[in-house]
């Protein structure tokens, strides 16, 4: 597991922000719903007594960082930054498997490419209201596929399968997919995108 990352200039500004708050306070990271489609990210500040026996501490040069048990998995890979540019400055905190689990290496043929479709393709889809989910994977190979939302009925579904989802889901699992099929009983309607 690679624990969060908070950048120098977060660190120099939180620095900042806690040398105005009482002497001891620190900052929590924390998922609120965590692995679920409403899971949201968040800071802030953590006084002495709000620190939890089962949190884990990352200590840095001026401040230490707590991370509660629940939230933590879901904190893999995260990154917090503080951006200054032209427009002004502002703090950015990216999670990517906030919303579902990162899995392990070794994890199932199906737990891989369902996080791969939970984590890089539902998030292109969601543009339109659309998602896709797994509902198996044969013994020869194929993802199957059943399509939600916006993506039920819409014209383009199967160049979005075709073009994309599984050229997408065949490179990442070369030799392991053989291919990808829609099994969604496509009913054209309001929910409909195209």
Do not use: W
Not at 27 to 34: A, E, G, K, Q, Y
Not at 142 to 157: D, K
Request: charged letters at 25%; one cysteine or more; a negative charge.
């Amino acid at each position: 597991m690679s624990m969060i990352t908070i950048t120098e200039s977060a660190q120099q500004h939180f620095g900042k922000l806690l040398a105005q708050q009482p002497e001891g306070t620190n900052i929590r990271v924390f998922v609120v719903n965590p692995g679920t489609q409403n899971a949201e990210c968040g800071v802030s500040y953590c006084p002495p007594e709000a620190v939890e026996a089962s949190d884990t501490k990352i200590e840095l040069e001026l401040f230490d960082a707590y991370l509660d048990e629940l939230s933590l998995p879901f904190l893999d890979d995260a990154e917090i930054d503080f951006v200054t540019d032209k427009m002004g400055s502002q703090l950015t905190l990216k999670a990517p498997n906030a919303k579902v689990r990162k899995v392990s290496d070794d994890a199932t043929l199906m737990e891989r490419v369902d996080y791969a479709i939970q984590t890089q393709v539902n998030p292109q889809l969601a543009g339109h209201g659309g998602n896709v989910s797994l509902a198996e994977i044969t013994e020869d190979g194929v993802a199957i596929l059943q399509f939600g939302g916006g993506c039920n009925g819409c014209s383009m579904v199967d160049v979005t399968l075709k073009e994309g989802i599984e050229k997408e889901l065949l490179a990442q699992f070369a030799g392991e997919l053989t291919g990808v099929r829609d099994v969604t009983e496509h009913a054209r309607g309001e929910h409909s995108y195209y």
